[in-house]
């Protein structure tokens, strides 16, 4: 059973940054791919963006390209989620998730809130 712990959530003012992580209880953290949803309140769980785990493949959903990055550091088992130029529309519950074939794992969600 694989772990995954997100952390990094937070309130910040529009325009600002955050960097949520993603450690994996796992030393093959390398050969899953994995990713990031998020959950606004009143509205449907989302795809942000994600990572293949050769990462040589990411991909963002058109509200996040170009001010959100998905890098990973397989030696530390651990995926993050570089957020700039925040918006309140990013306010949200954000999960990681890492898949292979067969497996999936969530982790349990970080809230990030965006308002001044």
């Known amino acids: 059973q694989v772990q995954l712990v997100e952390s990094g959530g937070a309130w910040v003012q529009p325009g600002g940054s955050l960097r949520l992580s993603c450690a994996a209880s796992?030393?093959?953290?390398?050969?899953?791919?994995m990713g990031w949803y998020r959950q606004a309140p009143g509205k449907e769980r989302e795809l942000v963006a994600s990572?293949?785990?050769?990462?040589?493949?990411?991909n963002y959903a058109d509200a996040v390209r170009g001010r959100f990055t998905i890098p990973r550091d397989n030696a530390k088992s651990t995926g993050y989620l570089q957020m700039d130029s925040l918006t309140p529309e990013d306010t949200g519950v954000y999960y990681c998730?890492?898949?292979?074939?067969?497996?999936?794992?969530w982790g349990q969600g970080t809230q990030v809130t965006v308002s001044s």
């Open positions: 998730y890492a898949v292979r074939p067969g497996q999936e794992y």
């Open positions: 796992v030393f093959t953290f390398s050969s899953y791919a």
């Open positions: 990572i293949g785990s050769g990462m040589l493949t990411r």
